[in-house]
């Protein structure tokens, strides 16, 4: 049955137990400006999309669960997925073109509050924050000279990624008077690095030679495991390790043991190559790492910024425009796509 409405649903994890939206915002006043878009949420929360939350509806905003092909077997009419994010490794991006369905990020949305958190994290370590806290909840003032830090002033960051998170970084430090940031980024051109201030190198001459490495790339099959024992032997042992990217580009058990051995000194991980990581967590006991459940950069602001630009573009698609942030823009030509648009437009 054709029909003129777009119906948009949003994965059950945005709301809590009473079905109300967890968050103050995700955008969706963008959905509610423009007429003839019904908005729903799924009945439940499954880690991996079942077939069935897809068979009704044309868009779908999705948090955290998989998208896979199983997942789109009786997608019909699925003109769109918006993550709600940048990463997509938790989609099928062949899968989604192979059945004519439109996948959108948000890019740029989450570029300050990644970078701010980065920031925040780099003066949490090099001032053993989480340390003097101890000391003063465990009466052990005069231990505090065993804690000296370490100001940014002068020391050099290694940025694996150089896309918007990796510049705004660059800019948020530009006032802390460091060295020029050394930046591997095989697709981005050294002329653009060198334009924004940082200096294009190896991976090999980042790991050596820099404070800070902190990781901002995507996880696939290049990227997996590309912090593992060799590389971590490259780091100087006063320097830190910062991954607000995704679990899996560190080897979690040889990060273990360098951190446990004092052959870097310390780390700050926001994302785990299982998440939830297994009881107890494995850097729980280290008094050199700070960790957080995949949400060090979750504000307002952020949900905010992500949910306006999922949402338009969703909205988008629905008016029959080209979305912002589309990860495989060759399905817009496919024919299958393209029959699927004009029967959701047709009255």
């Known amino acids: 049955m054709t029909t003129s409405r ?14 109300r939206l967890k968050y103050a915002d995700v955008g969706l006043d963008r959905l509610d400006a423009v007429p003839g878009i019904d908005v729903s949420r799924f009945p439940e929360h499954r880690p991996e999309i079942d077939p069935e939350q ?3 509806v044309h868009g779908v905003l999705v948090l955290t669960p998989c998208v896979t092909a199983r997942s789109l077997s009786s997608a019909a009419d699925l003109l769109a997925i918006a993550r709600f994010g940048v990463g997509y490794d938790s989609v099928d991006i062949a899968a989604c073109t192979a059945a004519d ?11 300050h509050s990644v970078a701010e958190a980065t920031v925040g994290w780099m003066l949490a370590l ?10 003063v909840r465990e009466s052990r003032w005069n231990e505090r000279s065993r804690y000296m830090g370490m100001e940014l002033r002068g020391r050099t960051l290694g940025l694996v990624g150089f896309g918007g998170i990796g510049r705004a970084v660059v800019r948020l430090l530009s006032g802390f008077d460091m060295q020029p940031p050394l930046v591997f980024d095989p697709f981005v051109p050294s002329n653009v690095i060198e334009a924004a201030g940082g200096r294009s190198v190896s991976l090999d001459e980042l790991l050596s030679g ?3 490495v902190s990781l901002h790339c995507p996880l696939n099959d290049q990227t997996r495991n590309l912090i593992g024992a060799r590389e971590l032997a490259l780091m100087q042992p006063t320097a830190y390790l910062l991954n607000t990217a995704r679990g899996g580009i560190i ?10 051995e004092r052959r870097i000194a310390g780390a700050a991980l926001d994302c785990f190559a299982v998440e939830p990581p297994p009881t107890p ?5 280290l008094d050199n790492v700070l960790l957080a459940p995949h949400a060090i950069a979750w504000t307002d602001e952020l949900f905010r910024e992500i949910g306006r630009t999922a949402c338009q573009s969703l909205a988008d698609i629905a008016r029959g425009c080209r979305p912002h942030g589309l990860v495989n823009p060759e ?7 393209q029959d699927k648009w004009c029967r959701l437009r047709r009255a």
């Open 6 to 19: 777009f119906r948009v649903a949003l994965t059950a994890d945005f709301y809590d137990e009473e079905g």
């Open 54 to 56: 897809l068979s009704a």
């Open 251 to 260: 080897n979690e058990s040889a990060l273990y043991d360098a951190l446990s």
């Open 101 to 111: 369905v439109a996948v959108c990020i948000t890019a740029g949305a989450v570029d």
């Open 126 to 135: 090099t001032h053993h924050v989480r340390a003097k806290d101890q000391l």
């Open 210 to 212: 820099s404070d800070f």
């Open 281 to 285: 967590p494995l850097f729980s006991q």
């Open 331 to 337: 399905v817009l030509e496919r024919p299958g796509f």
